[in-house]
């Protein structure tokens, strides 16, 4: 069973780097490729970022392309969102997502995704 769990999110100006935490709480997503999703209030959920089952493939939204960067640390069971030059529009629930298979799924789909943590606030103040 996978579970994860993310912290890191919180309130902060806009501009302001953040970085945000997902554990893979029992090491049974190591093999997987692993992501982000984000929903703001009274929008659909979106794909933001993905990473494969070792970090040497990534992919990204246009929207955060530049500003976002994700990567894994398969020794610790972790990966991580770093957020910089945050935005008002970056606001929202992020979710850490897994899928069961190695390579990032071709659709940028929640359907594509497996398992899900709580999600972690972000909210920026312009």
């Known amino acids: 069973q996978v579970q994860l769990a993310e912290s890191g999110g919180g309130l902060v100006q806009a501009g302001v780097s953040l970085r945000l935490s997902c554990a893979d709480l029992?090491?049974?997503?190591?093999?997987?490729?692993m992501g982000w999703f984000r929903q703001a209030p009274g929008k659909e959920r979106e794909f933001v970022a993905a990473?494969?089952?070792?970090?040497?493939?990534?992919e990204y939204a246009d929207s955060v392309k530049g500003r976002l960067t994700i990567s894994r640390d398969r020794a610790k069971a972790m990966m991580y969102l770093q957020m910089s030059n945050l935005k008002s529009e970056d606001t929202g629930v992020y979710y850490c997502?897994?899928?069961?298979?190695?390579?990032?799924?071709?659709?940028?789909?929640?359907?594509?995704?497996?398992?899900w943590g709580q999600g972690t606030q972000v909210t920026v103040s312009s």
């Open positions: 990473i494969n089952w070792n970090g040497d493939s990534t």
């Open positions: 029992q090491r049974t997503a190591t093999d997987y490729a």
């Open positions: 997502v897994a899928a069961q298979r190695m390579s990032i799924p071709v659709m940028r789909a929640s359907e594509e995704y497996h398992y």
